[in-house]
């Protein structure tokens, strides 16, 4: 499935990163899936846009991207199957990152081309 996925840039220094934290806890917003590495902090959760605004409201540089949101088969070779499939058609994986909850083990995915690798993972995700 398609999501929005909020990037935002923070300073890798200690405290920062509570910073925004604190500030998605005071609007009572639930981050559901998080990846950082030095500066570009990526996160998944409800209502993105808004989220994008108040963190903005508050000075953060922020960008939306469309990624993918499956939940992967808990099977030997899934990952590899739809590796394989991707450089079938052409489809460069810029970055992944994978998170647990309570239905079972996610990744969120950012392809070349989102729409095309959706339609491509129909068959390899569990619905």
Known sequence: MIVKQ???????????????????????????????ADTV?????????????ILRSHKYQVELTDVLRIRIPSRAGALSDMLVAFAGEGI?????????????DEMILRPSDVEKA??????????
Not at 15 to 22: A, F, I, R, Y
Not at 92 to 104: D, H, P, Q, R, V
């Open 118 to 127: 959706d339609r491509l993972l129909k068959e390899y995700v569990e619905d």
């Open 92 to 104: 460069n994986l810029e970055y992944m990152y994978a998170f647990a909850t309570g239905k079972g």
């Open 6 to 36: 909020v990037t935002v840039r923070v300073e890798n220094r200690e405290g920062k990163l509570k910073e925004v934290m604190d500030i998605l806890g005071k609007e009572n917003i639930n981050v559901e899936a998080l990846s950082m």
């Open 41 to 53: 902090t990526r996160l998944i959760l409800p209502n993105p846009e808004q989220v994008a605004e």
